[in-house]
T-cell receptor, first 113, second 110 residues
Framework: EAQVTQNPRYLITVTGKKLTVTCSQN?????MSWYRQDPGLGLRQIYY???????DKGDVPEGYKVSRKEKRNFPLILESPSPNQTSLYFC????????????FGSGTQLSVL | DAKTTQPPSMDCAEGRAANLPCNHS???????VYWYRQIHSQGPQYIIH???NNETNEMASLIITEDRKSSTLILPHATLRDTAVYYC???????????FGGGTRLMVKP
């Protein structure tokens, strides 16, 4: 089944403790992206990647890192999480052609205490 | 990117057609109109997209006006499971810098 898989689904951590949220897709998509969703602010893009070893900042990249060493994986790294990074996170992927559609993961609810 | 305007909320009776409008008056000639929906806190789900012509798939129909400045998503026979937030986005492709705004919260009622 074609899908985007995020782990974990829920994560509670403390300020400053490094964490990684994994994202993997099995559709051979070139494009992958991370979003955060906060009440009243919609989905905002954090980082995106057009292909392996190619990443770029989205709207709200501060406090986050990403890497794209393999086509299928696009982990989101919080080196020193802070409470303002408490949010619902989504990973997405797509082909890069005109008119292609995004496929989203199920989300990761992160709470930073 | 072209900005879209959607009503914040709508109600629909179960079994009736739900018609969700979207205004995108600044759309460019090569931008597609995409519709996604998000049920509770799940990942957004693709519904349909189109460029100029009306489109239909197993989930919905998309009607785009001739001047392309507005569109309507039609769910022909709404069910309770269609209760969700529906997002209208215009983009050349599905990729980078895609931001979802407030969307329309559709409530399907028995």
């Amino acid at each position: 089944e074609a899908q985007v898989t995020q782990n974990p689904r829920y994560l509670i951590t403390v300020t400053g403790k490094k964490l990684t949220v994994t994202c993997s897709q099995n559709m051979n998509h070139e494009y992958m992206s991370w979003y955060r969703q906060d009440p009243g602010l919609g989905l905002r893009q954090i980082y995106y990647s057009m292909n392996v070893e190619v990443t770029d900042k989205g709207d709200v990249p501060e406090g986050y890192k990403v890497s794209r060493k393999e086509k299928r994986n696009f982990p989101l790294i919080l080196e020193s999480p802070s409470p303002n990074q408490t949010s619902l996170y989504f990973c997405a992927s797509s082909q890069t052609g005109v008119g292609e559609k995004l496929f989203f993961g199920s989300g990761t609810q992160l709470s930073v205490l | 990117d072209a900005k879209t305007t959607q009503p914040p909320s709508m109600d629909c009776a179960e079994g009736r057609a739900a018609n969700l409008p979207c205004n995108h008056s600044t759309i460019s000639g090569n931008e597609y109109v995409y519709w996604y929906r998000q049920i509770h806190s799940q990942g957004p789900q693709y519904i349909i997209h189109g460029l100029k012509n009306n489109e239909t798939n197993e989930m919905a129909s998309l009607i785009i006006t001739e001047d392309r400045k507005s569109s309507t998503l039609i769910l022909p026979h709404a069910t309770l499971r269609d209760t969700a937030v529906y997002y209208c986005i215009v983009r050349v492709n599905a990729g980078n810098m895609l931001t979802f705004g407030g969307g329309t919260r559709l409530m399907v009622k028995p």
